[in-house]
């Protein structure tokens, strides 16, 4: 079977673990998105160390702390910067257009999905990130907050058991 890494991040307990593992594609699903999105063959312009702290970022906007350490993790093992540890505490290192307009972004979607529309999207446009960067920053973005789900759930039926 393939890594898991939220059960290993959550320490979850064996039979729960037991469970997980009775379905292998959907735990493969989740190792195979979040290589795609943290450490793609192609990074389209967001960077590995960037993208380990933007996740980061979002997961302890969520108040996911096993989470954010992971991708702490992550992030020292990409090459971490106090620039990028500013982000992951949630400030904006520099006043670059570009990135700000990522970190609001990221902020925003994070927590108020729901509002999110194209006109935010094309904000992003005005401020210089590329479609390709969109599309990709997009794709991290939904798959830190499914996972965070994910994590969410894992907990709850831990403690039920």
């Known amino acids: ?5 939220l059960n290993a991040v959550l320490e979850v ?6 469970l997980r593992a009775r379905r292998p594609e959907f735990v493969g699903g989740t ?17 590995r160390p960037l993208r380990a702290a933007l996740a980061a970022r979002m997961a ?5 702390e096993p989470l ?3 991708y702490r993790q992550h992030l020292a093992e ?3 910067s106090d620039d990028l540890d500013l982000i992951v505490a949630g400030g904006y290192p520099s006043d670059d257009p570009r990135l700000r307009a990522i970190l609001r972004h990221v902020d925003f979607i994070t ?3 729901r509002a999110c529309t194209r006109a935010d999207t094309l904000r992003l446009n005005a401020a210089g990130v590329s479609v390709p960067e969109v599309v990709a920053l997009s794709e991290l973005i939904g798959f830190v907050n499914f996972e965070v789900r994910i994590a969410a759930t894992l907990r ?4 039920g058991q």
């Open 13 to 18: 307990g064996p039979a729960l673990a037991e």
């Open 156 to 159: 709850l039926l831990e403690a």
């Open 111 to 113: 927590v108020a999905p």
């Open 1 to 5: 079977m393939a890594t898991d890494t």
């Open 68 to 70: 954010a350490a992971h």
């Open 78 to 80: 990409a090459g971490g």
């Open 31 to 47: 190792e195979d998105c979040r290589a795609a999105v943290l450490a793609p063959e192609v990074d389209v312009g967001l960077g």
């Open 60 to 64: 302890r906007l969520n108040g996911d």
